[in-house]
C-alpha cells in the first residue's frame, strides 16, 4: 500500500540555524500539507501546497517557513532560523483532492531545537 | 473558527469493554469530521470519515462514529475494546468556508487497554 514517508526521523539542530524536512507524498496526490505537534498540544496546521503554490496557510507559517516542491516527488519545509519554540513533531501530509478526501500522514519528523 | 474538543485526555478500560471517546466540534457550516488513530512512533492513520449522507459511520477495525448536529458531537465507538487498540485518538474537522482542506485537530485522546 503506498505510504507518505518523511526523512529524517529525527532533527537535532542549534537555534538559529537553518532545516529541511523532507516528505515524499504518494505519487498520485494533489494536494500536500504540513503540520506540526508541539509536545503535549494539538496537532496545528502549517501550510498547504497544491499546483506547485500555496494554496493556504496558517498563523504559524510566518517568514521563517518555506515549502518547496523541488523535483515532482519530494516535498519540503525549509525552516530559515530555527528557534527554540520550533521543537515540534512534523507530519507531512497528501491527498488525491480537497476537504472530504481522506489525508494520508507520514510518520513525522521529530524536530529539536537547542 | 471551526474547534474540537476531545473530553478526557486518557481513557482506560478492560479487554472487552465498550470504547467511547467524546468528540465536540463548532463550526458555522456543515463540517467533514474524521477520527485519526496513532500508534506508537508512527503517522496518523484515518479510521473513518463524516462528510455527507448517514450520520452513522463504520471505519476501520470496528470502530464506528455517528453524527449528532444537534448536540455538535461525533463520538467515536467501539462495542468491545482489544489489546491492540491501546494507542492515541484525534478527533479532526475541516471544510470551514474559505479553508482548502486543512483539519483542525483536538488534542487527543490516549486510550489504554487492560487485559
Known amino acids: 500500500e503506498p505510504e507518505v514517508t518523511q526523512t529524517p526521523s529525527h532533527q537535532v539542530t542549534q537555534m538559529g540555524q537553518e532545516v529541511i524536512l523532507r516528505c515524499v507524498p504518494i505519487?498520485?496526490?494533489?494536494?500536500f500539507y504540513w503540520y506540526r505537534q508541539i509536545l503535549g498540544q494539538k496537532v496545528e496546521f502549517l501550510v498547504s501546497f497544491y499546483n506547485n503554490e500555496i494554496s493556504e496557510k496558517s498563523e504559524i507559517f510566518d517568514d521563517q517557513f518555506s515549502v518547496e516542491r523541488p523535483d515532482g516527488s519530494n516535498f519540503t519545509l525549509k525552516i530559515r532560523s530555527t528557534k527554540l519554540e520550533d521543537s515540534a513533531m512534523y507530519f507531512c501530509?497528501?491527498?488525491?483532492?480537497?476537504?472530504?478526501?481522506?489525508?494520508?500522514f507520514g510518520p513525522g519528523t521529530r524536530l529539536t531545537v537547542l | 473558527a471551526q474547534s474540537v474538543t476531545q473530553l478526557g485526555s486518557h481513557v482506560s478500560v478492560s479487554e472487552g469493554a465498550l470504547v467511547l471517546l467524546r468528540c465536540n466540534y463548532s463550526?458555522?457550516?456543515?463540517?467533514?469530521l474524521f477520527w485519526y488513530v496513532q500508534y506508537p512512533n508512527q503517522g496518523l492513520q484515518l479510521l473513518l470519515k463524516?462528510?455527507?449522507?448517514?450520520?452513522l459511520v463504520k471505519g476501520i477495525n470496528g470502530f464506528e462514529a455517528e453524527f449528532k448536529k444537534s448536540e455538535t458531537s461525533f463520538h467515536l465507538t467501539k462495542p468491545s475494546a482489544h489489546m491492540s487498540d491501546a494507542a492515541e485518538y484525534f478527533c479532526a474537522v475541516s471544510g470551514d468556508g474559505g479553508s482548502q482542506g486543512n483539519l483542525i485537530f483536538g488534542k487527543g485522546t490516549k486510550l489504554s487497554v487492560k487485559p
Open positions: 505519487s498520485n496526490h494533489l494536494y
Open positions: 501530509a497528501s491527498s488525491p483532492g480537497l476537504v472530504t478526501d481522506t489525508q494520508y
Open positions: 463550526s458555522s457550516v456543515p463540517p467533514y
Open positions: 463524516y462528510t455527507t449522507g448517514a450520520t
